[in-house]
């Protein structure tokens, strides 16, 4: 079966130092792999999204970045935290099968980032 | 105009209450639509996935799509406790385009004994 694990789960910066949160899925191959941050009354904004290796879109003008150096990892980081960086980060995979009902997203457990 | 509306809530029912949560949607392209329930701190997880318009039924949750309305639903019988989340509409076009969904901010749902 088909696993995702994200971390850390819980992250307290200051503000202007780095980031780095990771992701990994395991048991697939060549899945779909996504960044969203959720934020109180905003639900789930999408970030980043990545169909390979190396194949990163980006969905919002941010202070993050992606990237994707294994089939099943992907990374989120940040150079410069900002305050408004603060939310909860979660990743998700999915598969691209044309299939109805095969390619549903499925989350990790989120990593929460508090900026100070 | 946001592509997804869902009311916030919250909304609060006794147990053993049947539960209706909603959302609205603007873009006709969507064609598959789901319903994912999250518990405080933790990821969302799918409870239930719908393309044609009418109902699903998997135990006591019910999904109801109105493509004609851009309306979609879920229902909730006998509620319970342990239901006490929030629930998030989600839905996407065809396939294709990195499968990216668009989602609702959520209904935060709190069933009391």
């Known amino acids: 079966s088909q696993t995702i694990h994200q971390w850390p789960a819980t992250l307290v910066q200051p503000v202007g130092s780095p980031l780095s949160l990771e992701c990994t899925v395991e048991?697939?191959?060549?899945?779909?792999l996504y960044w969203y941050r959720q934020a109180a009354g905003r639900g789930l904004q999408l970030l980043f999204y990545?169909?390979?290796?190396?194949?990163i879109s980006s969905e919002v003008p941010q202070n993050l970045s992606a990237s994707r150096p294994q089939d099943r990892q992907f990374i989120l980081s940040s150079k410069k935290l900002l305050l408004s960086d603060s939310g909860f980060y979660l990743c998700?995979?999915?598969?691209?099968?044309?299939?109805?009902?095969?390619?549903?997203?499925?989350f990790g457990a989120g990593s929460r980032l508090t900026v100070l | 105009q946001k592509e997804v509306e869902q009311d916030p809530g919250p909304l609060s029912v006794p147990e053993g209450a049947i539960v209706s949560l909603n959302c609205t949607y603007s873009?006709?392209?969507?064609?598959?639509f789901m319903w994912y329930r999250q518990y405080s701190r933790k990821g969302p997880e799918l409870l239930m996935y719908?393309?044609?318009?009418g109902n699903k039924e998997d135990g006591r949750f019910t999904a109801q799509v109105d493509k004609s309305s851009k309306y979609i639903s879920l229902f909730i019988r006998d509620s319970q406790p342990s239901d006490s989340a929030t629930y998030l509409c989600?839905?996407?076009?065809?396939?294709?385009?990195?499968?990216?969904?668009?989602f609702g901010t959520g209904t935060q749902l709190k069933v009391e004994l």
């Open positions: 998700a995979w999915s598969l691209e099968t044309g299939v109805p009902g095969a390619n549903v997203l499925t």
């Open positions: 048991g697939t191959s060549n899945p779909n």
């Open positions: 990545s169909v390979g290796i190396g194949q």
């Open positions: 873009n006709s392209a969507f064609q598959y």
């Open positions: 719908t393309y044609s318009s």
């Open positions: 989600a839905m996407k076009g065809f396939t294709g385009g990195g499968n990216k969904l668009t």
